[in-house]
Structures are given as C-alpha cells and as structure tokens.
C-alpha cells in the first residue's frame, strides 16, 4: 500500500492539506529513503531537514515537519513524501536558478551598480527565483528613475526559462525625458517678495548652470530642506510663529513638467524684551552674557539664539562638561508682540576622556591620525581641542570625511571615550593634464603623486608641466612630521627651462637644474617657520633683441651661474577653509638670500583677509609687497626680477606688462613690487547653493617699480571688474573682464583673462 502526503506552495492551504494527509496515514518504520526530482541541491541538504532517519518511526506529526522544514527552505516550488514498502520517497519540484540579469536602455545608471542593489534584495545570478524579489527589484529600479526625475520612466521585466531549471531575467527600461520644475509658487507671503524667498531655495525652474547643478529636478529630500530654509529665513527676521501649512506638488499628464505650491502663515514680527540665565551657571555669569547674541530690543533671530545656546554649551564643554545643555524657554507676549527668554544651563557632570579611538583608517597608519591630536588621554574633556582635532586631520587631506562621537563609558559616569571615524580617499594619482591660459596658451601636465606614501602621511610626487613659457619636470618629497613635535623636512630637484620671448617682457631664455631641502617649525597652532637651502645650476641666453641692460648683466658676469639660495619664511593662517575660505587670514613673510655667482636678497610679504558679510557676502582683501637688491656691489640679476600684471596681480593688464620699460617697449621688470587687490564674492545668480561657483567684484591696484625709482602711489596702475571661478569636474576655471581706470598710452591692455583645465 502506497501513502502520499502533497503540500502546496499556496501557504494558506498548507495546514489544512497536511491534516487531510495524516487521516489517512500509519506510522511504520523507515528502512530507507529515496528522493526523487533532484537537479541541483545536493540529496545531503534533504536528510538534514528530514526530522526520521533510517531504522526510526515515521509518524503523521514528523511527516507534517518534515514539509514544512523543506519548504522553509525556498529551495522547493513542491514536496511531496510517498511510501513504498516501508521506504520513505521525498519528491520535490526545485524552483528555477537565476543564470543571469541582463538590462536594456539603461543610460542613467551603470549595470553593475543596479546588480549590487538587487543583491542587497536577494536578486542576483546563482540565487533561487522569487516573484516577490523580482517585483521589489523592479520597484527599486523605478524608485531610482523617480530619485532621477524621470518620472515618465516605463520598466517592463521579462522572465525566460532556461535549460537545467533556470531563467534568465531582463530588465527593458524606457527612460523617457527628465522632467523640469516649472514653477514654484508661495502663497500667503506679504512681508517679503517672492523672489527674495525664492533665493533660499535649493529647487528652482531651469536656469543657464541647472544643467549642471540638476537643481531645476525635483526632489522631496530638497524640498524638505528649502521648506526648512524657508522657516530659517522668517524666524531669523522675527516671525517667531511662522509655519507651513501646506506644500502641493502636481506632475502634467506627460509628466514632463512639474509645479510646487507652498502655502506659508507668516504670523507676526516678534522683538526680544529680555534674556536671562538660569541653573547651573559655574561660570561668571559676566562670562557667560558675553555669549548672548539676542539683546532686549533686538528683533527675534532663531540663528543668534542657536549660536547663544551652542556656545554657552560649547563654553562649558572646554572645561570638561562634555554634555552641557543649555535650553533656551520663550516666554511670549503676544499683545506687545514681545518674546523673553530663560537660558536654562545645565552642564551635567565633569569628565576625562579615557580612550581616543580611531576607526575607519584601512591604509593610513593610527599615528598618522594621533598626531593631530590635541586632546589627550586621560585628561578633562575640552571640546574646542577637540574640534582642532577633528579640524587638523581634515587638513592633512588625506580622507574624504572625519566624524567625531563622543561616547560615555559604560558603568563610569566620569569617563568618555572620543572615537574618530574616518573615511579614506585615494592619495595618489597618475594625472595627465590639459589646459588654457591667456599666458601660456596651451599647457600638457602630468604627474604621479602619492599623498600618504604606505599609509605614512608622507608626500612623493613628480611632475612635468610643458607650456610656451615654462617646461618644469619635478621630484618632490615631504615628510610633515620629521620629528614628533611637527617639524617637516623636504627635498625638491628639478629641472626648469623659461622662454620670455612670449611675454611682453624683454626676449631671454634660462635652463635651470636645481635642488634642495626645507625645513617646517610649527610655533603654534597658526604660526609656523621655514626654512631652505637650495642650489641651482643656471645657463642664460640672450638675443640680439634683449634689453640693452640684460646684454650688459651677460657682458660682465657671463652667463653660465653656479649659486645657492637660504630661504626663511613666517605664516600664520587663520582661514577657515583652504579651498574656499570665508573668514579669517593668511599672513606670509619670506627671504631669499643668494650666494656664489649670484648674490642678492629678496623679501616679501603677503596679507589675505577675509570676512563674512551676511549669508551671502564675502569681503577679501590682498597686500603683497616685495623687496629685492643685489649684494657685493653686483646688481640684483634680472631675471629675479618683479613683474605685476594679469591674473594674481592687476587683471585688464597684459601679464607681467607694468614697470619699467626700455626705449623698444621691453618691460624690464623691477626691483619693488606693491599689489593690492579687493574683492566682493558672492554666489552666482540661480547657482546660490553651490559653493563651486562663485562670482566677484573687484578692483585691482599695483605696479612694478626699477632701482632707483621712487615709489609713487600716483604711479600705480588700478582696474576694476568681474571675475568667475568655477571648481568644475574638469578643472578650475578662472575668468575675468576688467577694465584698466588709469592706463597710459605705453600699457598693454588685456581685459578678458583666464585660465581653464588641469586634468582629464
């Protein structure tokens, strides 16, 4: 007599058809077992989901188990237990393999990384065919279409069943066209214009740069963060009881086009009548005032009283109170239309840092990182060294991210730890490069370096740079920490030929090899000292069109120079960002004394200054000024010269076009060097929020002065205009149209100026 037990792969009838098999079942005892319908899972995974083994009982309850364990598996599309003379026969129906994934008219996105989010679902080639997967792969392709913008995107899933119980799934994808922002509308605004809150927006309707910042695309993150911009702009202008009551977002039936309707209640315009703190203060509370940027009379800002609250917290936090609390509580007056606030402060209990942790480093080495430190173990927590921390690693370049967590220790209630978490980015690169300039003309670069040699944090590169001008080829080394207290040392050798036929300068030529070491002393955490010994070999040659006094240097002391050079110089930098700063400076003083065939000095000094004006404005000033003579009775040789003119100095004039010049219009160059320069950046119109794009107003001023001439203020050259600097993926690009205020009938005159390109 032969028993069969079939489950479905229906789950809701599972139960139901078991119970129906086990009426009709005897328990007997097993002599073997035999499984039948195998094609790729091994008979071994079988028997270990089997609940009998040969020699034991089969019972209904171990039957109805056993069904369930296997088709717990997802291995199986059937299972069915038979017995044959007390043999126990488990046939299955395995569900097909997937052989392979396969996509068609996919241009937005790479293959392979919509393969790797499908595996994270489960999809991927090898793994056992689910529906369910498929149709949660096909919603995750969707999604990334509509994250695109591509809202009209059509996405048809083909299954094909293959030989050897498998299928292959396709992916037929219509991008269709991406669809554009063609309005955005605020309703219920009276106090400020439109446009003027429009401004704050990261979305906007297409404009001439929103091909390349993809603003003018939809996005509910975005859209999240201008609604938050939105309440940051009414609330710092006292419109304490501002909200959004309502945002719409409708899609044309082509989906092609979208608007956005926000409606807004402005609410009224709140003063501040008074600020008091409360609780703990443990500092003097003369102390602590000093950090209340709402005064009584003021109109209410929600960003100075987050900056109030964040640095009486902050405060607390450089003597060791790592979770201060300071909570700012309204009291409001709504018929003076008046809000007073408590800052009640709470600076919880004092705490040492037991442990800095550092996680995250795969290749640079954990005292890479330590040396930055400036908190120590073991002593109180003080959150300003640890923000310098955090600031010094993020200069050292070497990683794309640096976060920083502090944590209590568990069971101590006088203990944190700091964990510094760290995300690495490529240090080293074989660059091939390209570029423009109104000077150089056509400039071929390319170079190897390797910012973090082993891990080390130490710096190899070489280079070689071919333009009309210069061709330099370059080794250069840099060990930023030679000694444990930061002192650097470099080496550099390097080979640099100059043609100045190009320039407006007079016509020569040099090929210099050279070489040398420097030195970094770090005098604290702004300041440092260098220092540098160099030596080069100089071959000169001069045409029959040279300058009369450059043929008279060659006459008399040849032109063949052997010499060596000390350098020393001062910084100081402030600047709260090295690629685009905002606020504070750059101070630079440097010498350079020659001796052996040549013998001279030179010293210069340059001031940056930059501060914030509003949201929107920065203010740069720049000073250079630079001194230069020969020594031994020789005279200052002339191709250490100084020139002035073009970009870095005084844009609308031809570079290194003022100064000195000779009978034939040759400029000679000089012996003092005064540039000035001030600018007003501020962000491109419809690109407000990438900092990548910035725009200026400047005006220029500066001139190039021979031995012997008086320095005049009346003699400087001045032009004022706009300039452009683009970060963009191929390379900064600098731009400028000026024009020259004071310009004489013997200067060059050169108002659009730039330089474009570095890599590819």
């Keep these: 007599m032969t028993h069969r037990f079939n489950a479905s792969v229906v789950s809701g009838l599972l139960g139901v058809f078991l119970s129906f098999g086990a009426s009709a079942f005897d328990p007997f005892v097993v002599k073997d077992i035999r ?34 364990s296997l088709f717990a598996t997802g291995f199986f599309r059937d299972v069915r237990l038979e017995v044959d003379k007390d043999v126990l026969v488990v046939l299955v129906e395995e569900r097909p393999a997937i052989a392979q994934i396969d996509f068609s008219g996919i241009k937005e996105f790479e293959p392979d990384n919509l393969r790797r989010s499908f595996r994270e679902l489960g999809l991927s080639e090898s793994r056992i065919f689910d529906r369910a997967l498929l149709d949660q792969a096909e919603q995750e392709l969707k999604r990334q279409y509509l994250a695109k913008g591509l809202y009209g995107v059509d996405v048809q899933t083909t299954v094909t069943p293959l030989e050897r119980n498998r299928v292959g799934i396709n992916f037929a994808v219509k991008e269709g066209e991406v669809a554009k922002i063609r309005g955005i509308n605020i309703v219920g605004a009276s106090s400020f214009s439109e446009k003027d809150l429009l401004d704050e927006f990261v979305l906007r309707t297409p404009g001439w740069i929103t091909w390349y910042t993809k603003h003018d695309q ?30 719409q977002v409708s899609i044309t039936p082509d989906k092609r086009d979208i608007y956005i309707t926000i409606n807004i209640s402005e609410g009224e315009k709140y003063t501040v009548s008074d600020v008091k703190l409360a609780g703990q203060l443990l500092l003097p509370e003369e102390e602590l005032s000093k950090l209340v940027k709402l005064k009584p009379g003021d109109v209410f800002a929600r960003d100075k009283l987050t900056q109030t609250t964040k640095a009486i917290a902050d405060r607390l936090g450089n003597d060791g109170y790592a979770f201060a609390n300071a ?10 239309r008046e809000v007073a606030f408590t800052i009640f402060v709470d600076p919880g209990r004092r705490v040492y840092v037991r442990r800095i942790n550092i996680a995250g480093n795969t290749k640079t080495r954990d005292e890479v990182v330590r040396r930055e430190m400036r908190q120590l173990e073991g002593g109180y927590y003080d959150a300003s060294k640890i923000q310098l921390s955090k600031q010094r690693v993020d200069r050292t370049t070497y990683f794309k991210d640096v976060n920083v967590e502090t944590v209590p220790v568990s069971g101590l209630t ?82 640099r030929d100059t043609n100045a036929s190009g320039l407006t300068i007079g016509p020569y030529k ?89 013998q001279y000095y030179r010293v210069g000094y340059q001031h940056q200054y930059f501060r914030p004006l509003g949201r929107t404005f920065t203010l740069f000033l720049n000073g250079d000024v630079g001194f230069a003579e ?50 007003l950046l501020f962000p491109v119109p419809g690109a407000a929020q990438d900092k990548s794009l910035r725009l200026a107003v400047f005006l220029d001023g500066g001139q190039v002065f021979g031995a012997g001439e008086k320095i005049a203020f009346g003699d400087l050259r001045y032009a004022t205009g706009l300039a452009l600097s683009w970060n963009s993926p191929f390379g900064p690009l600098r731009l400028s149209i000026a024009q020259p205020l004071n310009a004489t009938a013997t200067d060059r005159i050169q108002r659009l100026q730039f330089t474009f390109g570095t890599g590819f």
Excluded: C
């Design 414 to 495: 006088d203990q944190v730890d700091v964990n510094f978490t760290v995300e690495e980015k490529p240090t080293g690169a074989l660059l091939l490069g390209a570029g423009f300039s109104t000077v150089e003309k056509v400039i071929l670069s390319g170079s190897i370096s390797q910012g973090n040699v082993f891990g080390s944090g130490k710096f190899l590169s070489t280079q070689v740079q071919s333009g009309k001008i210069n061709r330099v080829y370059s080794v250069s080394y840099t060990d930023p920490y030679y000694t444990v207290d930061g002192v650097s040392r470099g080496f550099d050798v390097y080979k």
């Design 218 to 247: 939809y996005s509910r993150q975005k859209l999240a963060g201008d609604l938050e911009s939105l309440r940051s702009f009414y609330q710092n202008r006292g419109f304490l009881d501002f909200s959004v009551d309502s945002t």
């Design 630 to 679: 020969g020594l031994g009775n020789r005279p200052l040789p002339f191709f250490k010269n100084y020139y002035a003119g073009g970009p870095g100095t005084v844009r609308g004039y031809n570079y290194s076009a003022l100064g000195p010049q000779d009978t034939l219009g040759n400029v000679l160059g000089g012996t003092r060097r005064l540039v000035g320069q001030a600018e």
């Design 327 to 336: 909570n700012a509580v309204p009291q409001i007056d709504k018929d003076k």
């Design 35 to 68: 499984v039948e319908g195998l094609q790729r899972t091994e008979p071994g995974t079988i028997f270990s989901y089997l609940p009998v083994k040969v020699g034991e009982t089969m019972t209904d309850e171990k039957a109805q188990q056993a069904i369930r």
């Design 510 to 598: 040099t090929k210099t090899i050279g070489g040398g070491v420097r030195w970094g002393f770090p005098l604290a955490e702004r300041d440092s000292l260098s220092f540098g010994l160099n030596a080069e070999h100089v071959n000169l040659e001069t045409f029959a069109t040279s300058p009369t006094s450059y043929v008279s240097f060659v006459n008399a002391f040849g032109n063949t120079y052997t010499y060596a050079s000390g350098t020393a110089g001062w910084a100081r930098d402030s600047r709260d960002s090295l690629i685009l700063p905002r606020e504070g400076s750059l101070q630079k003083l440097s010498a350079e004394v020659g001796v052996g065939n040549l």
